[in-house]
């Protein structure tokens, strides 16, 4: 066994005895509460932009992104584009460092307004950028997306713009399809099923209504695809706005 296989050996028990420290699952639920509230998420920046993700997401995303090595990554809500910077900037390196050779991610959102978008076509890494102006839903953007996707050798996937049940289990039956094998469709803000009720009061999501009950009801329907909610991830983060989230997809 090498040293790094000692060492991931060691850090997986370390993981398992986390998952069974009640007391840390407890204090980790309340500081999440507590910071949610502080609007805690919006407070980062990925290489110049705003970029709206807790940081233990940020950095799961980059562990998955540098395993599967996507050539093209799907991402629905924009906002401020600093996902969309993160994911290119990503891309970049894997492709220094061996991975697939122009790599891209495309971002779409129902409004993409004009002071975002000329920041994220500015950016250095734009290049590796192409955005769609609609509903993530709209069947005329999903046939442009999966157009996209055709011929991909692998291909990620990441939901983050409605958060209510029916919107994010209709962006499941359109996207969860092009994901590759081994790879991962993220539904992010899962965990707005387990936050107070009245951090939302004014959303159309809530307790009941949101992205980890459509993730149950997809599973549970599947559409026929292999896909599974990898533990693992929340398990290790412990603070993720996507507990039950990281979906991978396992066969076809």
């Not at 997401?57 to 809500?77: F, H, N």
């Not at 900037?89 to 978008?117: K, T």
Request: proline content about 4%; some cysteine.
């Amino acid at each position: 066994m090498s040293e790094y296989q000692a060492f991931a050996r060691d850090r997986q028990s370390e993981i398992e005895r986390m998952s069974h420290d009640a007391d840390l699952r407890r204090l980790s639920r309340a500081w999440m509460d507590r910071a949610q509230g502080a609007r805690y998420p919006y407070h980062f920046e990925w290489l110049g932009r705003p970029i709206i993700q807790y940081p233990q997401d940020i950095v799961a995303m980059q562990e998955i992104i540098w395993t599967v090595k996507p050539d093209l990554i799907i991402e629905t809500g924009i906002a401020h584009g600093g996902s969309l910077i993160f994911s290119a900037s990503m891309l970049a390196l894997n492709g220094l460092c061996g991975g697939p050779q122009g790599a891209e991610v495309i971002g779409v959102d129902i409004d993409i307004r004009a002071h975002n978008r000329s920041a994220i076509e500015a950016h250095p890494l734009a290049s590796r950028i192409s955005m769609i102006e609609g509903s993530s839903t709209d069947a005329d953007v999903v046939a442009r997306i999966r157009a996209k996707a055709e011929g991909k050798r692998s291909v990620l996937v990441q939901l983050d713009s409605n958060h209510a049940h029916d919107h994010v289990l209709a962006e499941l039956h359109a996207y969860a399809p092009m994901v590759s094998v081994g790879s991962y469709c993220v539904v992010f803000d899962t965990v707005v099923e387990d936050l107070p009720e009245e951090i939302f009061v004014d959303r159309p999501w809530g307790r009941g209504n949101n992205a980890k009950t459509a993730v149950a009801e997809f599973l549970r329907s599947g559409d026929g695809l292999k896909f599974e909610s990898d533990a693992t991830v929340h398990t290790k983060l412990m603070v993720t706005v996507a507990p039950d989230g990281y979906l991978k997809r396992m066969a076809t």
